[in-house]
């Protein structure tokens, strides 16, 4: 199955799917890497693995956040994409692209939804006093970081904890939880046998 993965950073996500994706029994295969951000570091990760990689620039389209999406809906459709992974794009996104593509974009958010939707959340899950946090991935709709639960992994928040800590091993658990989610979407029924990661995924 063609995907797209929309990024606008360090794209850590992009290459764990990247890494999926490059195992033969692997049901997705990279089209096309975007991002809106032309200096995201991602970038030259994907086209280093041989992927097609472009940006477009959300700057030129001021005060336009549908125009600069309908840009990506046509550079999408040309590509053929059928699947959209958001890993780190950093963009609220307007009811025409989450409509265009409902069912078939997911997004990789670094908490235990419905907990600590937005930024910040390894800092607010430690003012919170959480002691489960992790990570979630799910379907992407109109409100921001609340379509419905595809996965999830947790891991135990520990005494003496920073967000910095936190995040570092939240990030390892979303590495492996993005290829295993995405897995589930488009193979439902190849999954032989449960191994370590699926054991970490409530569908
Ligand atoms: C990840 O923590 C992701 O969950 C969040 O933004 C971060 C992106 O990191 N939405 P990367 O670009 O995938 O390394």
Excluded at 79 to 87: H, R, S, T
Excluded at 91 to 120: D, E, Q, V, Y
Aim: glycine share 8%; proline share 8%.
């Amino acid at each position: 199955t063609p995907i797209a993965i929309l990024i606008s950073g360090r794209g850590s996500n992009m290459r764990a799917l990247i890494e999926a994706c490059a195992q033969p029994d692997y049901p997705a295969r990279i089209a096309l890497v975007l991002s809106n951000n032309p200096d995201a570091p991602g970038l030259d990760v994907a086209r280093s693995a041989g992927l097609a990689a472009q940006a477009i620039d959300h700057r030129a389209y001021p005060r336009d956040r549908e125009g600069h999406e309908r840009a990506l809906d046509a550079t999408l459709r040309a590509a053929g994409v059928e699947y959209i992974c958001l890993a780190g794009y950093m963009r609220l996104l307007t009811p025409f692209l989450t409509t265009a593509w409902k069912g078939r974009m997911l997004n990789i958010h670094p908490s235990l939804l419905p907990a600590f939707p937005g930024l910040h959340t390894h800092e607010r899950a430690l003012e919170n006093g959480t002691r489960i946090h992790g990570c979630t991935v799910h379907w992407v709709t109109e409100g921001m970081d609340e379509g419905p639960v595809i996965g999830q992994a947790a891991i135990p928040v520990l005494d003496g904890d920073t967000p910095d800590m936190l995040a570092a091993r939240v990030l390892v658990q979303e590495h492996r939880l993005y290829p295993a989610a995405l897995r589930r979407v488009l193979a439902p029924a190849t999954i032989p046998v449960p191994d370590a990661a699926d054991s970490l995924l409530a569908v």
